[in-house]
Nanobody, 118 residues
Framework: QVQLVESGGGLVQAGGSLRLGCAAS????????MAWFRQAPGKEREFVAR????????DYADSVKGRFAISRANAENTVYLQMNSLKSEDTAVYYC???????????WGQGTQVTVSS
């Protein structure tokens, strides 16, 4: 069992920045990748960014490329999402996702609210 705890959400003005964090904890696990998704009111949950744990390869949704950056701290099993040049359409609950090596189960965090005021 793995627990994911997100942090760093809040209210920011358009054009501002926020940094989200997500720490994974549990017994004897090895991460394959961690990712961020988001869900705006009345919309489906959508992919934002992902990073692989061994090589640190990244990929991003087109809507955030050039503005958001995902990174990891391997020793702390923590992933970060640096969000710059925020827009009102980035307003959503942001969820952390983790996939483990040798397991098919996907873990989710509880979500953290990001609100961008215009």
């Amino acid at each position: 069992q793995v627990q994911l705890v997100e942090s760093g959400g809040g209210l920011v003005q358009a054009g501002g920045s926020l940094r989200l964090g997500c720490a994974a904890s549990g017994r004897s696990f090895s991460l394959r990748y961690m990712a961020w998704f988001r869900q705006a009111p009345g919309k489906e949950r959508e992919f934002v960014a992902r990073i692989t744990w061994n090589f640190g390869s990244t990929d991003y949704a087109d809507s955030v490329k050039g503005r958001f950056a995902i990174s990891r701290a391997n020793a702390e099993n923590t992933v970060y999402l640096q969000m710059n040049s925020l827009k009102s359409e980035d307003t959503a609950v942001y969820y952390c996702q983790a996939a483990l090596r040798g397991a098919n189960y996907i873990y989710w965090g509880q979500g953290t609210q990001v609100t961008v005021s215009s």
